[in-house]
């Protein structure tokens, strides 16, 4: 099976712009999670989605955003972009049901903000 | 609500030397737990889990973790460790039962360094 599969791994966009991340998740998985990864904060969990609804949120404000389609694909964006919004964005998919506690990782989209 | 507590930011060893890496969890309700291990530029690979069961699990190269519900710990070991092992290691938590298995709480992650 393909494994997580995260467009583009590459970014850079300028202040004030905003961006969209996709998410592919592993055949059959229904649940994507997304994440932050940054060198001061760690790893944060952003949200997550199930059956196209969010199922869980982090705390981070309102700018961040996300949504599931029916083929469980997801994307995530962030508007109005800010410096410290720079970091590795890292998305994840399980299964529902036995194996649901298990989170597979993609190779994340590296985002710099100028 | 849970936290991860990774008591080591960095830990040097040399190849061939038995290694722990320590990871303390708070929580008021049942967990499961894991650790992921990152390759630089790379995402996060699932290294092992304890879901429920016996408190010792192990991963295919090598590594092993045990569970210990009184002192709220799941350190990683390895007996004898591997250059290919240098990597960073994140221990995380998520809680058991309900609908937040997508909800992962990580600790700061440990920097392993193997030395020749």
């Known amino acids: 099976k393909a494994g997580v599969t995260q467009t583009p791994r590459y970014l850079i966009k300028t202040r004030g712009q905003q961006v969209t991340l996709s998410c592919s998740p592993i055949?059959?998985?229904?649940?994507v999670s997304w994440y932050q990864q940054t060198p001061g904060q760690g790893l944060q969990f952003l949200f997550e989605?199930?059956?196209?609804?969010?199922?869980n949120k982090g705390n981070f404000p309102g700018r961040f955003s996300g949504r599931q389609f029916s083929n469980s694909r997801s994307e995530m964006n962030v508007s109005t972009l800010e410096l410290g919004d720079s970091a590795l964005y890292l998305c994840a998919s399980s299964l529902e049901g036995q194996g649901q506690e298990t989170q597979y990782f993609g190779p994340g989209t590296r985002l710099l903000v100028l | 609500a849970q936290s991860v507590t990774q008591l080591d930011s960095q830990v040097p060893v040399f190849e061939e030397a038995p290694v722990e890496l320590r990871c303390n969890y708070s929580?008021?309700?049942?967990?499961?737990l894991f650790w992921y291990v990152q390759y630089p530029n790379q995402g996060l690979q699932l290294l092992l889990k304890y879901l429920s069961g016996s408190t010792l699990v192990e991963s295919i190269n090598g590594f092993e973790a045990e569970f210990n519900k009184s002192q709220t710990s799941f350190h990683l070991r390895k007996p004898s460790v591997h250059i290919s092992d240098t990597a960073e290691y994140f221990c995380a938590v998520s809680q058991a039962g309900g609908t937040s298995y997508g909800k992962l709480t990580f600790g700061q992650g440990t920097i392993l360094t193997v030395h020749p």
């Open positions: 989605y199930f059956s196209e609804t969010q199922r």
């Open positions: 929580s008021s309700v049942s967990v499961y």
């Open positions: 055949s059959g998985h229904r649940s």
